[in-house]
Every structure is written in C-alpha cells, then in structure tokens.
C-alpha cells in the first residue's frame, strides 16, 4: 500500500463508511446502477468472484445475492467484520478474511473475475499489483477495476491504469462513469470503469 494506508486509518472509517452512497449501496437506485454496471461486464452466475479491497462488503455481497460465488479479502479488520454481518443479514454466502490487496493469499488461477474498486489507486507498486491479481484468474478470467482520479487530488487516471494491466494483458477497454446515480449525486472528476478479457 502507499504510504498512509493502514489498517487502523481505514478501521477508522469503518463506522462511517457505508454513509457514502456508492460505499452502503442503501438506496435501491443507486444499488440496481451498480448492479446492471457488474451484470454487464461479469460472466453469468454462477461464477468465482474475488473482490480485492473489499471494505464493507457492498459489492460483494451484491454479487452473491446474484449468485455468484465471492471471496473478498481487505486488510482493515473492521471493514471485514462488517462485510461479514451485512453477508449475514442479506442471508448470503460471501467469505471475508482480513489480508492484503496487494498481494493476496487466495488461491492462484482459480477466479473467473478478479474484482476491485478504489484500491489500485492506493497501491504502491500498481504494475505489480496487477501481476498478483492476474494471477488469481483462471484461462479466460476477467480483470475488473473501477477507479477514478478523483477532485480531491487523490486517485489513478484512467491511462494510467490501462498502462498497468496492458503490461500483463492484451486488452484494458475503459467506460467512464457519469452516471450520478452510481454515486449518488453529481461528478465532475475522472471515474471510470476498466475491464480487461484477455
């Protein structure tokens, strides 16, 4: 990670993470946007799911309410722990473990899609990273990232990673994301979605 990404930063934030609506995905609009965006771009269900840096489980969860099978690993126990209950009160079987993005434990070429929002940004070594992550798919796996740069002055820009995953794969194609119902209110930065097939 970068310098000043820690656990306890991110623990930190645990309590008030899901507040933000593209974190919680509590409203119902903003929740069907991000998931007709993944139903988009994954493989039907079911498939095997890692979500890398997956802070309080929103995606994965949603992903497994659609059937697939998820793994999410993040290395802030507290997020873990709430990705963990909200697994459990929207009656699905996601599996959370605390660990690093960077380098996963998981095991090695057995992942249709390799999923991660808002965390190659905040990695230290991105080409590396995306090495690692690679790695965890399967033959005709798929890389799936969303990302942004964003008003803040924090974040990766869309050449940027493309540069990242086009040194270990053929193909990145990029989607901006302006839709503000994806975040539920309107943006003027740079987010966008990355997908890589091959």
């Known amino acids: 990670m970068s310098s000043g990404q820690t656990p306890a930063l991110w623990d930190a934030q645990a309590d008030t993470f899901d507040d933000e609506a593209d974190h919680g995905l509590q409203d119902p609009a903003t929740r069907d946007a991000w998931r007709q965006l993944l139903d988009g771009v994954l493989p039907e269900a079911p498939s095997r799911v890692a979500d890398l840096g997956c802070g309080t489980g929103s995606l994965a969860v949603l992903l497994a309410e659609n059937g697939h099978q998820v793994d999410g690993i993040d290395f802030a126990p507290e997020m873990v722990n709430r990705a963990r209950a909200k697994a459990a009160e929207h009656g699905v079987a996601a599996s959370f473990e605390i660990g690093d993005a960077s380098a996963p434990t998981l095991p090695r ?42 008003s803040t002055g924090a974040g990766l ?7 990242a995953v086009r040194v270990h794969r053929m193909q990145a194609k990029v989607t901006p994301l302006t839709d503000p119902v994806l975040w539920g209110k309107e943006t003027t930065d740079e987010r966008y979605l990355l997908v890589s097939t091959r």
């Open 109 to 150: 070429r057995t992942y249709d899609v390799v999923l991660s929002r808002h965390v190659l940004w905040a990695m230290k070594d991105p080409v590396e990273t995306v090495a690692r992550w690679c790695d965890l798919l399967s033959p005709g796996g798929i890389l799936v990232l969303v990302e942004g740069f964003w």
């Open 157 to 163: 820009h869309a050449s940027e990673a493309s540069q």
